[in-house]
């Protein structure tokens, strides 16, 4: 079993830029593949990036991309979401997941069953 605890989220501006942590305990973490997912309200739930426990797979999605980097330091079981050059669409309540598997592909990473467990979720809200 892992757990997950997520912190950084808030309020911002856009433009600004937020860095969320997602702290984990339980199993070797280091095992585990990771991403981050948001949903806004109304909405379903999307992968936002995911990272092998390699890192040599790492996917984002399009709307993204340049502006977000997954990073992970397993010596602290800790997954990273730097946040960059935010929008009012960012706005979202954003969820660290772990796979219990060190691997990702892209036929599956975006899929919320992909992902065994999941932390309890961080607000972020990006003002115009």
């Known amino acids: 079993q892992v757990q997950l605890v997520e912190s950084g989220g808030g309020l911002v501006q856009a433009g600004g830029s937020l860095r969320l942590s997602c702290a984990a305990s339980g199993r070797t973490f280091s095992n585990y593949a990771v991403g981050w997912f948001r949903q806004a309200p109304g909405k379903e739930r999307e992968c936002v990036t995911a990272m092998s426990v390699s890192g040599a797979s790492t996917y984002y999605t399009d709307s993204v991309k340049g502006r977000f980097t997954i990073s992970r330091d397993n010596a602290k079981n800790t997954v990273y979401l730097q946040m960059n050059s935010l929008k009012p669409e960012d706005t979202a309540v954003y969820y660290c997941?772990?796979?219990?598997?060190?691997?990702?592909?892209?036929?599956?990473?975006?899929?919320?069953?992909?992902?065994?467990?999941w932390g309890q979720g961080t607000q972020v809200t990006v003002s115009s």
């Open positions: 997941a772990a796979r219990g598997n060190p691997y990702l592909s892209s036929s599956y990473y975006y899929r919320v069953q992909a992902y065994d467990y």
